[in-house]
């Protein structure tokens, strides 16, 4: 399983932060995998990532991040999918490969992940992304470089990275004649 | 935090002067949707009449170029120039935190002004039917927006934005540079190789703040060609107001109510004409001329499009006129350089495209003879006006002095001769000793 703030409680602590809430829930978790539980104050428990941190987008009142019109919310619930069945748990360098290339053709003509509104796929998909970048070469950043582009964007998103560490790209390429 | 979307309120009311649709208006309004500033904005009448009220002396003694957007404070502080007032009315993100990050910036804003608004205006104006086409300027124009696109391309191949990773004004001032490019020639088969800049571009133009102030913009679907038509329409309105500036006001009043309904052609005019000047002192050399009845384009019109020996050369005589205009013989000073004909045909064109602001006011065919390593260049110029032009403007005088020039006669038989043969690409061309090779012609 990959490390880091992927999963569960803690990257629910980092979202509450980014969005500026600052009650702070408390999160139990569930099962072989892991999954966070909040119980709300009026009413049944929440149970996995994407439904937790939509009702903390609302609770927030940022409901734009959750996109603003039909195409795309549609468009942030498939990336937020996305993220917990692709992403997450993944540690094979092949399947991180192929993910990288698809998103990174993905991107290409793209500033954030449903186009051209920073929404909370961009801040859950770089949550999950955060530690299988941090592992990248730099030949292997750039080989990436829309992947790279974007998620250096979304890091200096004002609020998002928190204690995250700070991810260094070269934006000057060194390996031009790599595609 | 995110980023709120509460505006500070800290602002007094301020107002814009501009003419409506000014995309250099655009600069600043949507800077103030960044920062929050608000700003009344000034652009029809009776508020704000565009060519009458900026030329008022009240409106003068504020802002002495008479320029718009112009912009005025509730404390009476007054600026001009869109880039200075999107500076004004911005925040310190748009305007960069670092000092490097403002010098980019800097950078970015003047980049637009000079490297994009020249063959942007010289491209686009014509399909708005605003300007005469001349196909080699616009073929110019085009390449050097391929250029342009290229430069910004591989830079934002790493990059979300121009500098750093906010929106700053680099990305407001040249999106809105690039924004009549994008909705008139860029169509999608022009653009497609810049897809790193498209990108930005959609993104920029689909933020709130950009929206609140261009609305939804279409981007070019199919490439849109001169005008003629609407420039035709345009025509009387380009040249009564500026020969009226001067007059009286009551014919100056009459001239107004005239262009009351349509006041933004004009403006758009003056920046085509602030596009073609090379220098901004330096408006037209040649205006001290008294008025000849030679009319260079019609001639062209003639050389271009009909027979040369039994339309172009009887006209050209027929209506040439010697004391408005001057016949000159010019020689390459060193054949001996001149290797091969395909760089000395470079030689030529080069010349013509550092003349391009002369062609108004000049014509001619520039040959070359020979083959390689063994040839000569000369040509015939008309010039307007007695003189040289080339001393006129330094961007002219790049190539003359490397040619001998020497003032025909337009009457004597020696003038008919080169005349005819130069035109015609064809004759003895008893002087040169040399066959003919390949011409060029200058219009």
């Known amino acids: 399983m990959a490390a880091g703030p992927g999963l569960g409680a803690e990257e629910l602590d980092l979202l509450e932060k980014s969005l500026g809430l600052t009650k702070g829930n408390k999160y139990g978790v569930q099962g072989e995998r892991k999954t966070p539980v909040l119980q709300t104050n009026s009413g049944p428990s929440l149970t996995g990532l994407t439904t937790i941190a939509t009702h903390l987008v609302k609770q927030a009142k940022k409901e734009q991040l959750l996109g603003s019109n039909a195409e795309e919310k549609a468009i942030v619930r498939q990336w937020l999918e996305y993220r917990v069945t692709q992403i997450d748990g993944q540690s094979n360098k092949d399947d991180i490969r192929i993910i990288l290339k698809d998103l990174n053709l993905y991107l290409e003509d793209k500033v954030y992940v449903t186009g051209n509104n920073f929404t909370l796929a961009d801040i859950l998909m770089y949550y999950g992304l955060h530690s299988i970048i941090a592992d990248l070469t730099v030949q292997e950043k750039e080989k990436y470089l829309n992947v790279s582009r974007w998620f250096n964007h979304i890091q200096h998103y004002p609020g998002v990275r928190q204690h995250l560490s700070n991810i260094v790209f070269i934006k000057n390429r060194l390996y031009t004649n790599v595609h | ?443």
């Open chain 2, 1 to 443: 935090m995110l980023p709120s979307c509460l505006r500070t309120p800290s602002f007094p009311l301020q107002t814009l002067y501009t003419y409506p649709e000014n995309w250099r208006a655009f600069k600043a309004l949507i800077a103030a949707q960044y920062s929050g500033a608000k700003i009344k904005v000034l652009s029809t009448p009776p508020q704000f009449h565009f060519g009458q009220t900026n030329k008022t002396p009240e409106f003068l003694k504020k802002f002495p170029v008479g320029k718009v957007p112009a912009f005025e404070g509730d404390d009476g502080f007054c600026v001009f120039e869109s880039n200075a007032i999107a500076h004004y009315v911005g925040n310190d993100e748009l305007r960069g935190s670092t000092k490097e990050a403002a010098a980019q910036i800097i950078q970015w804003v003047s980049f637009a002004d000079s490297d994009i608004v020249p063959p942007a205006s010289t491209w686009v104006f014509p399909t708005l039917g605003i300007m005469h086409y001349n196909k080699q300027a616009t073929e110019y124009a085009k390449e050097e927006v391929k250029r342009i696109l290229g430069v910004l391309d591989s830079h934002l191949k790493t990059r979300t934005f121009l500098v750093g990773e906010r929106v700053t004004l680099a990305d407001i001032t040249v999106v809105c540079t690039l924004l009549w490019l994008y909705k008139q020639v860029l169509e999608p088969s022009f653009r497609q190789p810049y897809d790193n800049v498209n990108r930005w571009f959609v993104t920029c133009i689909n933020q709130p703040q950009f929206k609140a102030v261009l609305g939804e913009v279409k981007l070019c679907e199919k490439m849109a060609q001169f005008d003629a038509k609407k420039f035709a329409e345009n025509q009387p309105k380009k040249d009564v107001p500026k020969k009226e500036k001067p007059v009286k006001e009551e014919k100056k009043q009459q001239q107004e109510k005239k262009e009351e309904n349509k006041p933004e052609p004009e403006e758009e005019l003056d920046e085509c004409e602030q596009a073609l000047a090379s220098e901004p002192k330096s408006k037209d050399p040649f205006a001290h001329l008294p008025k000849s009845p030679f009319i260079m384009d019609e001639f062209k019109r003639k050389y271009s499009n009909e027979d040369t020996l039994t339309v172009a050369l009887p006209y050209f005589w027929e209506h040439f006129d010697k004391e408005g205009w001057s016949i000159w013989y010019a020689e390459y000073r060193f054949p001996e350089e001149l290797s091969q004909a395909f760089m000395s045909c470079n030689l030529i064109t080069g010349m013509f495209q550092r003349l391009d602001k002369l062609r108004k006011n000049a014509f001619a065919s520039v040959i070359l003879f020979g083959t390689n390593n063994s040839s000569s260049i000369s040509g015939v110029w008309v010039f307007r006006g007695q003189e040289l032009a080339f001393p006129l403007s330094p961007d002219w005088q790049v190539d003359y002095e490397s040619y001998a020039w020497r003032k025909l006669d337009a009457t004597s038989e020696e003038c008919k001769t080169l005349v005819k043969e130069y035109y015609l690409w064809d004759g003895e061309f008893a002087h040169v000793g040399k066959a003919f090779n390949q011409g060029k012609i200058f219009k």
